[in-house]
C-alpha cells in the first residue's frame, strides 16, 4: 500500500509541477525552458504512473484523479499562497473517500 501512495505522490507532483510550469510559462510570459521542463514532467508523470501494481489502467487513473484533486489545493496553499476553505477540505476529504473505495474495496 506504501508503495502506491508513493507512486500516486510522485506522480500528481510530477503532474501537478509539470502544468504549473506551462502555466506561468504562457500567462506570465517566463522563458522557454518552463514550458519545456514543464512538458517533461508531464511526460514523466505519465510514466511514474504506469508503475502501480493495480491491474486496471483506468481505475488507477480514475482514483489518481481523486487523489491529484487534493494535491492540487496543498499546492495551491503552499505554492500560490491560496489559503483553502471550508469546502476546498470537504471537497478533498470526499475525493480521498472515493479513492479508498476504489482501489481498497473487497472485489471478486
Known amino acids: 500500500m506504501m508503495y502506491a501512495v508513493l507512486l500516486f505522490v510522485l506522480a500528481g507532483l510530477a503532474e501537478i ?7 506561468v510559462w504562457l500567462r506570465e510570459s517566463r522563458p522557454f525552458w518552463f514550458g519545456l521542463s514543464g512538458g517533461i514532467l508531464l511526460m514523466l508523470y505519465g510514466v ?3 508503475f502501480q501494481v493495480f491491474p ?37 476529504a470526499v475525493c480521498l473517500i472515493g ?4 482501489l481498497w ?3 471478486q
Open 56 to 92: 486496471s489502467f483506468g481505475r488507477v487513473y480514475a482514483a489518481y484523479g481523486g487523489v491529484f484533486i487534493v494535491m492540487s489545493v496543498l499546492w495551491g496553499w503552499l505554492v500560490d499562497r491560496k489559503t483553502p476553505d471550508m469546502y476546498d477540505w470537504i471537497g478533498a
Open 99 to 102: 479513492v479508498s473505495i476504489m
Open 105 to 107: 474495496a473487497p472485489r
Open 17 to 23: 509541477s509539470g502544468g504549473y510550469l506551462i502555466w
Open 48 to 50: 511514474i504512473a504506469a
